[in-house]
């Protein structure tokens, strides 16, 4: 169980989140994409921000391997410390939002019940979950990293879909089948998703 901080108190801010978002002109909004080591969860967020910075929308992308490069580089891969990590990272997504900018999270984020836990930290309609669902075998067949090689030889403990499950979300926001999809179209789906819910006004993708 986390520990909570004693002898503090909580400082309500002059500038609100709504001032910000005044300021960028567009709501901000917790985009999670979760899936499988070498689904496309990194590159299809990544494409996002980069579609929505050339139209002016203020924008942040929280990578799982770059976090543990600094804000999570005492944790290892044990469920224990996978749990410590999404927590961390979903206080740090719910900080960015009250920025007023729009946060794109890619993180493996393997169990259902962290994923839930971080879509409760924010108000309804702030967090928008995307499955990036892909066929094991072709993740393996992808494995840029060379992590699965590592995970069937034995190397890499705790591994996702070999050595630790990974809980598929029952009802995400959006469901993209990357293994199927170009990343042309993978992004105009996420895109649209954002204009549906008035995150973002209707863009030309």
């Not at 909570?4 to 917790?30: F, G, P, Q």
């Not at 203020?58 to 944790?75: A, E, K, Q």
């Not at 996702?160 to 029952?170: A, C, D, H, K, R």
Request: glycine fraction near 8%; hydrophobic fraction near 35%; aromatic fraction near 6%.
């Amino acid at each position: 169980m986390t520990k909570k901080s004693t002898n503090t108190l909580w400082h309500h801010a002059t500038i609100t989140r709504a001032d910000r978002e005044a300021l960028h002109k567009h709501k901000s909004v917790i985009i999670w994409f979760t899936g499988l080591s070498g689904s496309g969860k990194s590159t299809l967020a990544h494409a996002v921000e980069e579609y929505l910075h050339k139209v002016g929308i203020s924008t942040i992308v929280l990578d799982g391997d770059n976090v543990r490069h600094g804000l999570c580089g005492d944790l290892d891969f044990s469920d224990s410390d996978r749990i410590e990590n999404i927590r961390r990272v979903s206080e740090l997504a719910k900080l960015m939002i009250e920025a007023g900018v729009i946060t794109l999270a890619a993180f493996i984020s393997p169990f259902k019940a962290d994923r839930d836990d971080a879509r409760k930290r924010v108000p309804h309609g702030d967090f928008l979950e995307i499955y990036c669902q892909c066929p094991i075998e072709t993740c393996e067949q992808r494995d840029v990293k060379g992590l699965y090689k590592k995970a069937r030889a034995g190397k890499i403990p705790f591994f996702t879909g070999i050595g630790s499950p990974y809980e598929t979300p029952g009802m995400p926001e959006l469901v993209v089948n990357t293994h199927e999809l170009t990343l042309e179209e993978s992004v105009k789906k996420v895109l649209n998703l954002l204009m549906q819910r008035g995150v973002i006004k209707d863009i030309v993708c």
